[in-house]
Nanobody
């Protein structure tokens, strides 16, 4: 059974940091790219960052570049999203998702509808 389990969300002040984790199981980790997506109330789901577990290549959405860092620990089948300099507008439910690496490209990487498997999400709330 494929499972993606997010953790690490919480309440943080603006300018602070959080690290999200996505633990994967039930599939061959290196055959997939893992993306982090977020959805704020009343807004569309958007891609934040993604990484190929195969070659480590990454993509970032423009608003998080320089603040968020995605990384992968293949030995633990876990992907992390280090979020620094958090802003109020980063408040959202954050989800990780898996995409077959053969479909991973600059076109698909941050498009949520391209992803096959999803976690249940973790809430990040940034306060002023």
């Amino acid at each position: 059974e494929v499972q993606l389990v997010e953790s690490g969300g919480g309440l943080v002040q603006a300018g602070g940091a959080l690290r999200l984790s996505c633990a994967a199981s039930g599939f061959t980790f290196v055959d997939y790219a893992i993306g982090w997506f977020r959805q704020a109330p009343g807004k569309e789901r958007e891609g934040a960052a993604c990484i190929s577990s195969s070659d480590g290549s990454t993509y970032y959405e423009d608003s998080v570049k320089g603040r968020f860092t995605i990384s992968s620990d293949n030995a633990k089948n876990t992907v992390y999203l280090q979020m620094n300099s958090l802003k109020l507008e980063d408040t959202a439910a954050y989800y990780c998702a898996a995409l077959p690496v053969l479909q991973y490209s600059d076109y698909t990487a941050l498009r949520w509808y391209e992803y096959d498997y999803w976690g249940q999400g973790t809430q990040v709330t940034v306060s002023s």
